[in-house]
């Protein structure tokens, strides 16, 4: 009895355990498919932006055929249903390539530009862009979470009985993976230093360079200048005692 209740217990145990992984491979696989909802109610969303877009560019730019055309075939490539995340990051992309084309038509159009209604798209346009970012970072991170409990042990042997099989991430592919390469044609231009920066004093080690103070001759040094005398003339012991008074009179001879 003691070794059957034993058994017992160890089966149960280990249906738990299966029954618990088994649950946290559904979760995961069910907030994956949620996030790809949400991604593709905002593609949606893009894509109706797009059309209304295209509509009132050809209002100013209808002779612009092939460039419309080619955003409208875009789109509709990207609306095509049953398409993997790989296949829908790769027709937005070719899509997001199109409108930029578009967009760059319609700077040279200053009626376009100044259309309130085109306005209010592009401003939208910008703001589902940035919530079909936020949904893809969301769906990315649940499908590693999914990818990891699906290749790991002992999840795996899980998930290969009941085949759950590993989500595909919506990554950017082409052109969205580089950066924008900005340059205002300043690359090789030779920029002077601040008007007061002051280049620090050469040290004793190093040699005088051309315009260095050792190079340059010492001024001459000014003369010393001399104290003037001024000249007295010797004074006569039979002169005058006040210089007031005239020369003194001879004596008179004697008799």
Request: no cysteine; net charge negative.
């Amino acid at each position: 009895m003691i070794t059957a209740i034993i058994i017992i217990v160890v089966v149960l145990l280990l249906v738990g355990v299966v029954v618990g992984m088994y649950n946290g491979l559904i979760k995961l696989r069910n907030l994956v498919q949620e996030a790809w909802r949400q991604i593709d109610v905002e593609l949606t969303r893009r894509h109706d932006l797009i059309g209304n877009l295209v509509e009132t560019v050809k209002g100013y730019a209808a002779h612009e055929r092939g460039t419309l055309e080619d955003v409208i075939k875009a789109r509709s490539a990207a609306m095509a249903p049953n398409q993997s995340p790989g296949q829908q990051a790769e027709s937005e992309n070719m899509l997001s390539q199109a409108l930029g084309r578009l967009l760059a038509i319609a700077e040279a159009y200053p009626d376009l530009k100044a259309n309130q209604n085109f306005m209010a798209l592009q401003q939208e346009l910008t703001s589902t862009e940035d919530r079909i970012a936020s949904a893809r970072r969301y769906y990315n991170a649940t499908v590693r979470d999914l990818n990891t409990k699906v290749e790991t042990v002992p999840t795996n042997f899980i998930a290969g009985m009941f085949g759950i099989r590993q989500a595909e991430y919506f990554e950017a592919v082409g052109e969205q993976r580089e950066a924008p390469k900005v340059d205002f044609g300043q690359r090789d231009a030779t920029i002077p230093p601040p008007s007061g920066y002051a280049p620090s004093a050469p040290s004793a080690s190093t040699p005088p360079g051309p315009q260095s103070p050792a190079q340059t001759p010492a001024a001459p040094a000014a003369p010393e200048a001399t104290p003037t005398v001024e000249q007295t003339q010797p004074i006569d012991p039979a002169g005058p005692t006040n210089p007031g008074e005239g020369p003194a009179a001879p004596p008179a001879p004697r008799v």
